[in-house]
């Protein structure tokens, strides 16, 4: 690959999201919740960098998300709507592609697209999702959602670690929250929606490829958990005698290990394990636990959680420990990729001389939300420095991102 092919794509969105990065909540890293001024500031640049790529109209919708449209050709009648997009708000202290490069890299490609005076015989959209991560208000995918016309009133009501509403913040960024709903677009236009994104993970990595296509974005079941045990001395107490919350939940822990590896895609994590006012010389009495299981289908995610359950109830009934739920248990369901679109990607990678790969998302995405409402699918770019993701080590290269430019245009063309 030479410099000047480089530069259609790869360079381009390379400088873009260096220039994105310099917008921060926190000094020091990069840090971009819904509608601070540094998230303010970024969609103000997206909606300038449209224009200049050449898109004939672009929006700030209802909800802050950045809308451009790339009109069909004028000789079509009635024109159908692609539509690809991705999140522009971070995690704390997160990477500079996450979400970014899903905006970046089709802004890039209308861009090529308006040089060459090329039109496609469907209007294509690129959409930077104002909210996907939900860090400031635990709302995961409320752009989405207002795009497709799913918005919930009740995330209006939702207060920040500042006690500031949802309601407020809009206000005071110039939103209207009682027009939330003029974010939504007619969900029966979208011909297919595409997203790009970093794998967020080791496998094309590991594998020495730069792109793959999904299969499926993983469903997941969260609980959190109290253990309810007896509290006692360290040395006084017989071990045959004790109800040690925290042994119940690291048995717990150990089973959701076991269970989660018995099927490929499949996979199981206690991402919090806590003992309230715990001591060194105190049998604890309490233990607040956290459950994370996701899968490529429901079906097997469902199977495992039911085990899971039961072996929740058996164990803490061993160990004379009680145990509630803390929160509601959180259901997501796995959002399979449309079957014919990931065909169409495995030629274009077949085309540029690329291996046919596939791989399973285990992390969220926008598209989860649209697949409710359209045909989605999604390719993946590699990650580099181990996989690494939502950290300021998350890279991808150049080279890749080129990659990735061609990949989308050939596949914007088979849709055609």
């Known amino acids: ?44 640049q997206l909606g300038d960098w ?7 109209s672009v929006r700030h919708d209802a909800v802050g998300s950045v809308v451009g449209r790339y009109e069909a050709d ?8 692609v539509v690809t997009g991705s999140h522009f708000d971070t ?29 496609l015989p469907f209007d294509f959209e690129v959409v930077a999702f104002a909210d996907e991560e939900g860090a400031r208000y635990g709302t995961s995918f409320l752009a989405s959602s207002a795009y497709i016309g799913r918005y919930n009133p009740d995330w209006l009501d939702l207060v920040d670690a500042k006690g500031i509403a949802l309601r407020q913040a809009m206000t005071e960024a110039g939103l209207d929250p009682a027009a939330v709903a003029q974010a939504a677009i007619d969900p029966a236009r979208i011909k297919h929606y595409f997203e790009v994104h970093i794998e967020q993970g ?21 609980r959190r958990l109290l253990l309810k045990g007896r509290a006692g001395h360290a040395g006084t107490t017989p071990m045959h005698m004790r ?32 003992v309230p006012s715990g001591s060194v010389n105190v049998i604890p009495g309490a233990c607040r636990m956290s459950l994370d299981i996701r899968a490529a289908d429901n079906a097997t995610r469902d199977a495992a959680v039911a085990d899971i359950n039961r072996k929740i109830d058996e164990i803490c009934a061993r160990r004379k420990v009680t145990v509630e739920d803390t929160q509601p248990a959180m259901t997501v369901p796995a959002a399979p990729c449309s079957a014919e679109h990931r065909a169409l990607w495995r030629e274009v990678l077949k085309e540029q001389g690329l291996p046919e790969f596939e791989l399973l998302s285990g992390a969220g995405h926008d598209a989860m939300t649209i697949e409710k409402a ?16 939502h950290n300021p080590l998350e890279i991808i290269t150049p080279e890749d991102a080129e990659l990735a430019g061609r990949a989308v245009l050939a596949f914007m063309r088979k849709l055609a």
């Open 50 to 56: 449209m224009v200049e790529a050449g898109f004939d």
């Open 1 to 44: 690959m030479n410099s000047q092919d480089t530069h259609t794509y790869g360079t381009r969105v390379m400088a873009w999201a260096d220039t994105l990065s310099q917008w921060s909540d926190q000094e020091g890293n990069l840090t971009c919740t819904y509608l601070t001024p540094a998230h303010l500031a970024t969609a103000r």
């Open 91 to 119: 995690v704390r202290n997160g990477g500079r592609y996450d979400g970014r490069l899903g905006i970046l890299l089709p802004m890039a490609v209308v861009a090529e697209l308006h040089r060459r005076g090329e039109r």
């Open 243 to 274: 109800r040690d919350a925290a042994c119940a939940a690291a048995e717990i822990a150990l089973y959701v290990e076991e269970r989660c590896s018995q099927a490929e895609t499949l996979v199981g994590t206690v991402g919090m394990l806590e």
């Open 374 to 389: 359209a045909s989605v699918s999604m390719l993946f770019t590699r990650c580099g420095n181990g996989g690494i993701s």
């Open 74 to 81: 004028p000789s079509v009648a009635n024109p159908e709507l």
């Open 202 to 222: 080791p496998v094309l990595l590991d594998a020495g490829l730069a792109l793959g296509v999904v299969t499926s974005i993983a469903g997941s079941v969260r």
